[in-house]
């Protein structure tokens, strides 16, 4: 009986790390045909309930990698987005403004916000490649691949949208542009 399992094995060829999920997907399968004979279908519930779980785990998975890569990009440009946002304010309360410093401080503004925009752009996608690449380079079917690298990348871009309403209203407050 052994010497047939084997040779069964290497017909099939199962490796050792194969033969585990060839075993896992026998007894699934055995309870599956169980429940319609045996258990009136109350392993179809809990099968239901154990994919909603798995889908929720790979959502957190994609959200929590999401979000590190763009606080990772955000903190890079923390430094000078905060001190753009406090020469602006400062400037808005010190009460001496005038046409010349409000053009003085647009200008100031544009081209801080446009080198920190692309700073910040230039490290969400170095984060996003080597990421991308970390996913790639697992085991795994292509598809399950590709949802993963689509779910990561739809919630980059809600992480983004949401870093812009909180940093929209921020500068478009400040006296210049009033």
């Not at 903190?75 to 001190?83: F, K, N, R, W, Y």
């Not at 991308?132 to 689509?150: D, F, P, Q, W, Y």
Request: charged content about 20%; hydrophobic content about 50%.
């Amino acid at each position: 009986m052994k010497r047939k399992i084997k040779e069964l094995a290497e017909k099939l060829n199962l490796d050792r790390k194969n033969i585990t999920a060839a075993i896992f997907s026998l007894i699934v399968t055995s309870a599956f045909f169980l429940d319609q004979s045996v258990f009136h279908h109350e392993l179809l519930s809990v099968l239901l309930v154990v994919d909603s779980i798995l889908l929720g785990i790979i959502l957190l998975f994609a959200i929590i990698m999401a979000g590190f890569t763009v606080m990772k990009a955000l903190i890079e440009v923390a430094a000078g987005l905060s001190l753009l946002i406090f020469l602006a304010q400062s400037y808005c309360s010190s009460g001496y403004t005038n046409s010349a410093g409000n053009d003085s401080l647009k200008s100031v503004l544009a081209m801080g916000l446009l080198y920190m925009s692309f700073h910040f752009f230039q490290k969400l996608y170095e984060s996003l490649t080597d990421n991308l690449k970390k996913i790639r380079g697992k085991e795994g079917g292509r598809v399950e691949k590709t949802i993963v690298i689509a779910l990561y990348i739809i919630f980059t871009g809600l992480f983004l949208w949401e870093i812009y309403r909180i940093i929209d209203p921020i500068v478009r407050g400040l006296c210049v542009y009033r």
